[in-house]
C-alpha cells in the first residue's frame, strides 16, 4: 500500500520568503509526527498531531514555524521569513497501531 | 525523561561478517523500542521494533535486535553483511503507555561495508 509521501521533495528558496511543507500520512493513520534533520543536530522533534487532540507543539524552535492537520489527514508545515538555518530535511511520519512510519522528507535549502 | 546512547558513530565491517550496532537506553516508563535505517537521501525506514512481547526481535534484510532490561540495551545485529547494508542506523525509545507519543533518537551509527 501506499506510505507517508512528501511534497516538493526539494524546495530551494531565499531568506525571508515563506514555506509550506506537505505531508500526506498513510490512510486511517490518527498520529502524525514533524521532525527536522540536518547536519550536526541528528533529529530534532518538531511537532506531534494525535487524533483530535490538541498538538504537541513543544518542539517548534520559533514562532516563524506553525503546522496543522487538516480534517485529521494531510498536515502543512509552514515556515514563516525563513532564515539560513531553516535549512534541513524536514521529516514527516505517521503512526496506526505499530510503530511509526517515515515519509522522504523535504530538502529545505534556504539561499 | 529518556535517553539513548548508541555507543559507536561509525562502524565498518568486511562484506560477510557480522555486524553489532550498540544501542543503550534510559527511560523513567517501560519501553518501547524501535530501530531505523537511512540510506542516503531517504527517509527511515523500519527495520524491528520491541514492544513487549519475546525479547529477541526480528526485523527485516535479516536483523535482529535483543531486548536486556538488565543491561538496558537493545544491540542491533545481523549475522553476515552486505554491500547494500551500508547506511545509517537510528535506535529510537519512547515509553509505551505514552501512544508513541515522544520518540527520542540516538544520534545515529553510520555503518561502512566494504567488500
Known amino acids: 500500500g501506499a506510505g507517508v509521501s512528501q511534497s516538493p521533495s526539494n524546495k530551494v528558496t531565499e531568506k525571508g520568503k515563506d514555506v509550506e511543507l506537505r505531508c500526506d500520512p498513510i490512510?486511517?493513520?490518527?498520529?502524525l509526527y514533524w521532525y527536522r534533520q540536518s547536519l550536526g543536530q541528528g533529529l530534532e522533534f518538531l511537532i506531534y498531531?494525535?487524533?483530535?487532540?490538541?498538538?504537541?507543539k513543544s518542539g517548534l524552535p520559533s514562532d516563524r514555524f506553525s503546522a496543522e492537520r487538516t480534517g485529521g489527514s494531510v498536515s502543512t508545515l509552514t515556515i514563516q521569513r525563513t532564515q539560513q538555518e531553516d535549512s534541513a530535511v524536514y521529516l514527516c511520519?505517521?503512526?496506526?497501531?505499530?510503530?511509526?512510519?517515515f515519509g522522504p522528507g523535504t530538502r529545505l535549502t534556504v539561499l | 525523561a529518556q535517553s539513548v546512547t548508541q555507543l559507536d558513530s561509525h562502524v565498518s565491517v568486511s562484506e560477510g561478517t557480522p555486524v553489532l550496532l550498540r544501542c543503550n537506553y534510559s527511560?523513567?516508563?517501560?519501553?518501547?523500542l524501535f530501530w531505523y535505517v537511512q540510506h542516503p537521501n531517504k527517509g527511515l525506514q523500519l527495520l524491528l521494533k520491541?514492544?513487549?512481547?519475546?525479547?529477541l526481535v526480528k526485523g527485516i534484510n535479516g536483523f535482529e535486535a535483543e531486548f536486556k532490561k538488565s543491561e538496558t540495551s537493545f544491540h542491533l545485529t545481523k549475522p553476515s553483511a552486505h554491500m547494500s547494508d551500508a547506511a545509517e542506523y537510528f535506535c529510537?525509545?519512547?515509553?509505551?503507555?505514552?501512544?508513541?507519543?515522544?520518540?527520542?533518537f540516538g544520534k545515529g551509527t553510520m555503518l561502512l561495508v566494504s567488500p
Open positions: 511520519a505517521s503512526r496506526g497501531e505499530t510503530a511509526p512510519l
Open positions: 490512510s486511517g493513520h490518527t498520529a
Open positions: 498531531f494525535q487524533g483530535n487532540s490538541a498538538p504537541d
Open positions: 527511560s523513567s516508563y517501560s519501553p518501547s
Open positions: 520491541y514492544t513487549s512481547a519475546a525479547t
Open positions: 529510537v525509545v519512547t515509553p509505551k503507555n505514552s501512544g508513541y507519543s515522544t520518540l527520542t
